[in-house]
């Protein structure tokens, strides 16, 4: 999806110890934190970069409602409705045996829709091909991405990150979105002209 | 903010060695670049053998009918449904530890937990092969599903345990299935970015859905486990619960009772953590990851195995109770002749189960034999074996005879193809898992990177250090600042 090509400041740690303080002081100066790409989950990275918390669990809930609905509505329209079964002179509204298929369905659609929207939101499918700014980013290095615009002095960027403690700086110009594409192949962008055969 | 948190160090490490971040990747993702070994090939051949012998024992029952197993008309649930509910129980593992544990902030978890969950799967597939199979004319197999039809439309009935089954077994595998792949993305991603190959470049890439590591995407991928987390602890619960019912509805002496819920679900932890020990015991030591699973993970699941074992064994006791004290004769007379009597045809078993299953765990009361890696591996294979014949004990010896002894069942034996059947389970699982500990990565790479700094052996050292130096200022700073 499109992005656009922009321009980042990119700089590596070696240690979350050394990237809160560092966070905490590029944001202070102003600069623009992209995002910052890390082997495991953080604790409290979210927030230190400014992060809103993330609001998945609703939709979950959501997807469970609407599961525990079509389940209550579907069984009690088929067995009251549709086709009144007579089993054993019970009534054919038996709410009690219900109770097992409602709860499944609900844990199924809040499962599959969560992971769905997780996806989507994340914009994660197979062939999906995104810019990777450090390979070892999913490893041992906590990845700061800093955007620039036309007025950032990026040798200024790079040693003020340098200074925080980052191990390895540099620049990149980098698609934000992501592409259809294989990660055994070079990266085309989807903007470059496609040869015709 | 103090970020190396404190964790008491009287608490075993559950990173032994000195590792960081890059050691982990290195020691947990090497397996996956390397050339399996000899034993690998052999073991995957096996697999393969017995799995086309399943396939044989399927195709002759499908071709020749049900009559190619020795069911008959009173044992119309033999080996088949035992195999069943021995699989599902062994399916419940791993949504267990990475559920129930991941709630209960279990550390130790981190360490089996990916392994565990890729049995859970495997072990449903399995488990979902004899009630399809069973079903005779498999070719009619959809009718279990409610959609509208020419029928009449006739629905399935919503009112019966065995449908809630179909809902129970097909969601449990779905959730399982996500739970274990959402939280793949993020090693795969690691296997991706390390890949020198072209195959694997492709493969893990693929694989991974484009994983970056964003802070972004860690946060929702820390909010999507947890609460897949909270819907998989009723969902496992409710899985076994709802097999028991399949039992526990009828009105069969030996079935007819209310205890089977609760009884059903510890066995199926009993059986599910046996069943973890014996395939981590052989994967810790082939991929060398003694490091990561250490025996102080291998004594906090025999802590969980004399805990279910003996809550199954206060569960067979107290239905042994009821039966006499419920004072129905039926009910009585299959507990007390079909089971409990060591010279009636099945009584074997019982006490074979009992053995199994009630005695031979208490050894795990003793912490020396808790932390012994053979006695635990033997161990797992009882407890194994055990769990088997408490299923079959239940099916069996419920219904060879009942009410009405004119048509109660000569001795039933399994047929050849009701046993090459349960063997082509084993290996169709083991042909999975094969596949699994050699392309996956077994261990949560990512999960144990977050508990290095809290749980690992190095920066445990390095934290009894600061804490011997300067006490009050370790309290001070750590200690007084962490409430």
Not at chain 2, 31 to 36: N, Y
Not at chain 2, 68 to 86: A, C, H, R
Not at chain 2, 143 to 155: A, D, E, I, K
């Given at each position: 999806?499109?992005?656009?090509?922009?321009?980042?400041?990119?700089?590596?740690?070696?240690?979350?110890?050394?990237?809160?303080?560092?966070?905490?002081?590029?944001?202070?100066?102003?600069?623009?934190?992209?995002?910052?790409?890390?082997?495991?989950?953080?604790?409290?990275?979210?927030?230190?970069?400014?992060?809103?918390?993330?609001?998945?669990?609703?939709?979950?809930?959501?997807?469970?409602?609407?599961?525990?609905?079509?389940?209550?509505?579907?069984?009690?329209?088929?067995?009251?409705?549709?086709?009144?079964?007579?089993?054993?002179?019970?009534?054919?509204?038996?709410?009690?045996?219900?109770?097992?298929?409602?709860?499944?369905?609900?844990?199924?659609?809040?499962?599959?829709?969560?992971?769905?929207?997780?996806?989507?939101?994340?914009?994660?499918?197979?062939?999906?091909?995104?810019?990777?700014?450090?390979?070892?980013?999913?490893?041992?290095?906590?990845?700061?991405?800093?955007?620039?615009?036309?007025?950032?002095?990026?040798?200024?960027?790079?040693?003020?990150?340098?200074?925080?403690?980052?191990?390895?700086v540099n620049v990149q110009h980098a698609e934000t979105g992501w592409w259809i594409?294989?990660?055994?192949?070079?990266?085309?962008?989807?903007?470059?002209?496609?040869?015709?055969? | 903010?103090?970020?190396?948190?404190?964790?008491?160090?009287?608490?075993?490490?559950?990173?032994?060695?000195?590792?960081?971040?890059?050691?982990?990747?290195?020691?947990?993702?090497?397996?996956?670049?390397?050339?399996?070994?000899?034993?690998?090939?052999?073991?995957?051949?096996?697999?393969?053998?017995?799995?086309?012998?399943?396939?044989?024992?399927?195709?002759?029952?499908?071709?020749?009918?049900?009559?190619?197993?020795?069911?008959?008309?009173?044992?119309?649930?033999?080996?088949?449904?035992?195999?069943?509910?021995?699989?599902?129980?062994?399916?419940?593992?791993?949504?267990?530890?990475?559920?129930?544990?991941?709630?209960?902030?279990?550390?130790?978890?981190?360490?089996?937990?990916?392994?565990?969950?890729?049995?859970?799967?495997?072990?449903?597939?399995?488990?979902?092969?004899?009630?399809?199979?069973?079903?005779?004319?498999?070719?009619?197999?959809?009718?279990?599903?409610?959609?509208?039809?020419?029928?009449?439309?006739?629905?399935?009935?919503?009112?019966?345990?065995?449908?809630?089954?179909?809902?129970?077994?097909?969601?449990?595998?779905?959730?399982?299935?996500?739970?274990?792949?959402?939280?793949?993305?993020?090693?795969?991603?690691?296997?991706?970015?390390?890949?020198?190959?072209?195959?694997?470049?492709?493969?893990?890439?693929?694989?991974?859905?484009?994983?970056?590591?964003?802070?972004?995407?860690?946060?929702?991928?820390?909010s999507l486990s947890l609460v897949l987390a909270g819907l998989s602890t009723p969902?496992?619960?409710?899985?076994?619960?709802?097999?028991?019912?399949?039992?526990?509805?009828?009105?069969?002496?030996?079935?007819?009772?209310?205890?089977?819920?609760?009884?059903?679900?510890?066995?199926?932890?009993?059986?599910?953590?046996?069943?973890?020990q014996t395939l981590m015991i052989v994967v810790r030591k082939v991929l060398n990851?003694?490091?990561?699973?250490?025996?102080?993970?291998?004594?906090?699941?025999?802590?969980?195995?004399?805990?279910?074992?003996?809550?199954?064994?206060?569960?067979?006791?107290?239905?042994?109770?009821?039966?006499?004290?419920?004072?129905?004769?039926?009910?009585?007379?299959?507990?007390?002749?079909?089971?409990?009597?060591?010279?009636?045809?099945?009584?074997?078993?019982?006490?074979?189960?009992?053995?199994?299953?009630?005695?031979?765990?208490?050894?795990?009361?003793?912490?020396?034999?808790?932390?012994?890696?053979?006695?635990?591996?033997?161990?797992?294979?009882?407890?194994?074996?055990?769990?088997?014949?408490?299923?079959?004990?239940?099916?069996?010896?419920?219904?060879?005879?009942?009410?009405?002894?004119?048509?109660?069942?000569?001795?039933?034996?399994?047929?050849?193809?009701?046993?090459?059947?349960?063997?082509?389970?084993?290996?169709?699982?083991?042909?999975?898992?094969?596949?699994?500990?050699?392309?996956?990565?077994?261990?949560?790479?990512?999960?144990?990177?977050?508990?290095?700094?809290?749980?690992?052996?190095?920066?445990?050292?390095?934290?009894?250090?600061?804490?011997?130096?300067?006490?009050?200022?370790?309290?001070?700073?750590?200690?007084?600042?962490?409430?």
């Amino acid at each position: 999806m499109a992005g656009g090509i922009k321009k980042f400041v990119v700089g590596c740690f070696d240690d979350e110890k050394v990237l809160f303080p560092a966070v905490k002081n590029v944001r202070k100066a102003g600069y623009k934190i992209h995002d910052v790409y890390t082997p495991f989950p953080v604790h409290g990275l979210d927030h230190a970069i400014g992060m809103r918390e993330t609001s998945i669990h609703t939709a979950g809930f959501i997807y469970a409602i609407t599961g525990t609905t079509t389940a209550l509505t579907s069984i009690s329209w088929i067995f009251t409705k549709d086709w009144p079964l007579n089993i054993g002179g019970k009534p054919h509204f038996a709410l009690p045996a219900w109770i097992p298929i409602t709860f499944e369905l609900t844990v199924l659609f809040s499962a599959i829709g969560m992971v769905l929207t997780f996806c989507y939101l994340c914009q994660m499918a197979p062939f999906v091909k995104k810019h990777h700014f450090h390979p070892r980013a999913t490893d041992d290095l906590f990845v700061m991405a800093i955007e620039c615009t036309d007025k950032t002095n990026d040798a200024e960027v790079q040693a003020f990150l340098t200074q925080a403690g980052a191990s390895e700086v540099n620049v990149q110009h980098a698609e934000t979105g992501w592409w259809i594409g294989r990660y055994d192949r070079e990266q085309k962008l989807y903007k470059e002209p496609k040869a015709i055969n | 903010m103090s970020l190396l948190k404190y964790e008491s160090q009287l608490r075993e490490p559950l990173v032994d060695g000195n590792k960081d971040y890059h050691q982990i990747t290195e020691d947990i993702i090497r397996p996956i670049e390397m050339k399996p070994s000899r034993l690998w090939y052999i073991g995957f051949v096996i697999s393969i053998c017995l799995l086309l012998f399943g396939v044989y024992s399927v195709y002759r029952e499908v071709t020749y009918g049900i009559g190619q197993w020795n069911l008959n008309k009173t044992i119309g649930w033999g080996w088949d449904i035992t195999n069943f509910v021995w699989w599902i129980g062994i399916g419940h593992a791993g949504t267990l530890i990475s559920a129930i544990l991941l709630l209960f902030r279990q550390g130790w978890r981190t360490g089996v937990n990916r392994a565990a969950e890729a049995m859970t799967i495997f072990a449903v597939i399995c488990a979902g092969q004899f009630p399809i199979w069973h079903m005779g004319r498999v070719w009619m197999a959809f009718f279990v599903m409610p959609y509208p039809n020419s029928r009449g439309p006739l629905w399935v009935n919503f009112n019966s345990p065995l449908l809630w089954d179909v809902f129970a077994i097909s969601t449990y595998f779905t959730v399982s299935l996500l739970f274990w792949y959402s939280g793949l993305l993020p090693d795969l991603a690691t296997v991706r970015d390390r890949a020198k190959t072209k195959f694997r470049k492709m493969f893990y890439g693929v694989a991974s859905f484009g994983w970056s590591g964003s802070t972004k995407h860690w946060q929702r991928h820390e909010s999507l486990s947890l609460v897949l987390a909270g819907l998989s602890t009723p969902l496992v619960l409710s899985v076994h619960t709802i097999v028991s019912f399949d039992f526990a509805t009828s009105i069969v002496p030996g079935w007819h009772t209310t205890i089977f819920p609760p009884y059903f679900v510890a066995g199926a932890i009993f059986s599910g953590f046996a069943m973890v020990q014996t395939l981590m015991i052989v994967v810790r030591k082939v991929l060398n990851l003694q490091d990561y699973i250490t025996v102080g993970h291998i004594e906090a699941m025999n802590k969980i195995i004399v805990l279910t074992g003996s809550i199954v064994g206060c569960a067979y006791l107290t239905e042994l109770f009821i039966a006499w004290y419920g004072q129905n004769p039926y009910e009585w007379y299959a507990f007390s002749q079909n089971r409990a009597n060591l010279f009636s045809p099945y009584g074997w078993s019982y006490w074979l189960m009992m053995f199994c299953n009630v005695v031979s765990p208490q050894l795990f009361w003793s912490r020396k034999l808790r932390r012994n890696i053979t006695v635990t591996f033997f161990m797992s294979i009882i407890v194994n074996i055990g769990m088997w014949y408490e299923r079959f004990v239940i099916i069996v010896t419920s219904v060879y005879r009942d009410y009405l002894p004119s048509s109660w069942s000569t001795y039933y034996s399994p047929s050849i193809y009701e046993i090459g059947f349960y063997l082509g389970t084993f290996g169709l699982f083991f042909f999975c898992f094969f596949l699994f500990a050699k392309y996956f990565p077994v261990i949560a790479v990512a999960e144990i990177k977050a508990i290095l700094k809290t749980s690992g052996e190095n920066y445990k050292v390095k934290m009894t250090d600061i804490e011997k130096a300067d006490a009050e200022k370790f309290y001070i700073e750590e200690v007084e600042h962490a409430h």
